[in-house]
């Protein structure tokens, strides 16, 4: 057994004087920040642990408790109960023992954004270690107080002893009275996962009660003693972030538009950042419609009526992302080689409840409260808004009613910082609806170009580009107020999942990356869900010219065992009958076509060539009206192969999620624009999957068989567009290679075959 014992030295700073804690920290250097005053939990975590030990990653306190820290947050996808789990599990404690602070500025390190389902993946390992490692060391000290060897130790419930029927010492006797701090080892022995009481086991959220009995407070919820609320008069450009006119747009405003409103505090202007303040929110909407601004006609929106000819007009850089054999060459006969454009759509995320963001100025000291997936590039973002030094702010993160891409730019927050900051009173912007569908970041609009054909020995030749306009979307007042330049920034993110997964003698694969159109940002599935629409289309397309069933095609040209074995689970699972697609199909009697199809793929995330993440797979059921076009999906088996599955009833609801909003996204959502801006500014514009519409969906997950981890959120939905495409074609013997599958798009597809199917 490591000795981990001779790295512990004494912190800093202590409790209160009779208190005490062990601490694990970070070996990443993290600057020791100021001590806070504990206040409200304000959904943030219970106050364990002193502000000033930001670094900790996880500690015991006198009291026999613990408190772990990690930058990311939980959007609603359970991380908060999965590393409860990991912790409760090493550290033998029952799992109501262990809190866990996630995306506080103060009190956790900065682990980047919660983005790509990543969580797990990047932080379960170390998470598990670092409570192992306080195990180890609570059980030397159980040894040398005990003088007992620490091979006849045992661990339960957090008590170490004999196991004989002897008193034992627990966690908060061993460490009370006492500090101790120390850096994160890589040597320390870990429990063996057969005795794993938690981890892999369903277990409910720990966040359900309070929400189902109302003691969770959402940052809508929360009040501020002497708090105004305010509102934001918007440019009208709705929804773009780029052009010589962002942040120059304003002329005039005429303030004694709205004096007659008895709670009206101020009408701020900085650039073309305007807010009205007010004591009450009543007021403050009523000011936000009354009040008489004069802005510059903004230029005219590039036409994105027809997406393919916007995108290929859009400036862009060739950037290679693999190129092997002679792919020109490969695919020269045009007898044998397939050619196909796919098209996906810019999409809303469509958070259920606006954005909302509260400020207070106290002491020095700027508090943020957010619903944001990325507190600490917020934290950065209002310093700099702001020009102030970070260490005179704090972003406390919230829950929030709908948080994920749209909340890495919370607009809401910032906006309440600055409103805070100069008025010196503490401050509550909440977006309304026609603000949040028009200005929130959009999933980027996508266009990509396959060619390919078989090659012989179950080899493909394969040519993809893929066109990708989207950035990080810097907030809105850093644009306003001109801190951050309003030309667009070129990102590197249409890459994700562009290698085809299968195997190819020859490969041209190529990125264009260019400047965003609108305001565009990653959405569930950044790049990878329309690059697998076209990929996983595409194959099936390859697959009927060969009169093959879509199934076994496949699994000709795939190698690892892995997501074979998982294709191969969901085909058993769903009771697929092998076949070609579109065979001899017929209206039923009650005059619907019925039709199946399939897709499988593994979700690649971050900077090229990426990380993998789960492998996931569809097999999917519809029902096509041809007298309408409706499709309805009626039946979804997913499958999933996570690794190491920490919480089976937390993945497994991400599943059906991911399959709702997947099936929304495929079927019924897309963003209009006229020559302005954004046009679908409230929910009967921009229609979602109803209740009723929802398909019978069974989730399976693949046996872990010792591997680590992997993301599970992102992966659900990636193959999904492509399995409902396929079954489409199966059905009705139209291929759709535009999302989404409208009405419209279904009967116009039927309509030019001539209404045969």
Known sequence: MANVAGRVHASRRSFLKGAGYLMVCFTMPVSIRRAVAAGPAMGAGSQLVPNDVVKSFIAVTADGNVVACNGHVDLGTGIRTA????????????????????GDTDRTPNQGPTIASASIQSSAV?????????????????????????????????????????????????????????????DVPLKDPKDYEFVGKP????????????????VHDLRVPGMLHARIVRPPYPGRDGGKMVGTSFES??????????????????????????????????????????WKEPPALQDLSDLAAALKDNPDTVRPLEQKGNTNAALEDESGTLRATYIWPYQMHASIGP????????????????????????????????????DKLRVVRMEASGCYGRNCADDAAGEAALLAYHLKRPVRVQLMRAEEHGWEPKGTAQMMEVAGRITGN?????????????????????????????????????????????????????????????????????????????????????????????????????????????????????????????????AAGDGLLRGRGFSQHRYVHGAFPGVGAAWCCWAVDVEVDPNSGYVRVTHVTI?????????????????????????????????????????????????ILTFPEVPHINAILMPDNGNPPLGAGESASVPGAAAIA????????????????????????????GGRT
């Open 203 to 218: 277990v409910p959220r720990v966040d359900i009660p309070t929400k189902l009995t109302g003691g969770l407070i959402y």
């Open 355 to 390: 954005s909302c963001g509260v400020a207070d100025l106290k002491d020095g000291i700027l508090t943020v409260w957010s619903g944001s997936q990325n507190p600490h590039k917020l934290h950065s973002d209002i310093a700099e808004l702001l020009e102030i030094a970070e």
């Open 83 to 102: 590393f409860t789990q990991i912790v409760a599990d090493e550290l033998y404690l029952p799992i109501e023992r262990v809190s866990m602070v996630l």
């Open 458 to 586: 179950n080899t493909l030749a394969y040519k993809f580009t893929t066109r990708y306009p989207s950035n990080g979307s810097p907030i809105l007042p850093l644009l306003m107020l001109g801190r951050e330049s309003n030309v667009p920034v070129v990102f590197e993110m249409g890459d994700r999942t562009a290698i085809p997964q299968y195997r190819c003698s020859d490969t041209d694969i190529e990125a264009l990356d260019m400047p965003p159109i609108v305001r565009a940002s990653w959405i569930r599935g950044v790049a990878a869900l329309p690059n697998v629409f076209a990929h996983e289309s595409f194959i099936d397309e390859l697959a009927a010219r060969e009169n093959e069933d879509p199934v076994q095609f496949r699994l000709r040209f795939m190698e690892d065992p892995r997501p074979i074995a998982l294709v191969k689970a969901v085909a058993k699972q769903a009771g697929w009958t092998s076949g070609p697609a579109h065979s001899a199909k017929q």
């Open 126 to 186: 170390p998470m598990r270690r670092a409570a192992a490692q306080v195990r180890q060391v609570l059980i030397e000290q159980a040894s040398q107080r005990l003088n007992v060897p620490v091979d006849r130790l045992t661990v339960k419930k957090g008590v170490i002893s004999t196991g004989g029927g002897e008193p034992g010492l627990s966690y908060g006797e061993l460490v009370k009275g006492q500090t101790f701090s120390m850096e994160l080892s890589d």
């Open 253 to 294: 405003v005429d303030k004694d538009s709205v004096a007659h409103i008895s709670s009206l505090v101020d009408v701020v202007v900085r650039g073309d950042f305007v807010a009205v303040v007010a004591e009450r929110e009543e007021d403050a909407i009523e000011a936000a419609l009354a009040l008489k601004v004069t």
């Open 639 to 687: 499958g999933q192969d996570c690794g190491m599955v920490v919480n089976p009833a937390g993945v497994t609801h991400q599943m059906h999620g991911n399959v709702i909003q997947a099936v929304s996204r495929s079927l019924k959502e897309e963003v209009g624009f006229d020559w302005r801006g954004v046009t679908d500014l409230e929910w009967g514009a921009y229609p």
């Open 726 to 753: 396929n079954a489409i074609f199966d059905a009705a013997g139209v291929r759709l290679r535009e999302a989404p599958f409208t009405p419209q798009r279904v009967k116009a597809a039927l309509d030019a075959n």
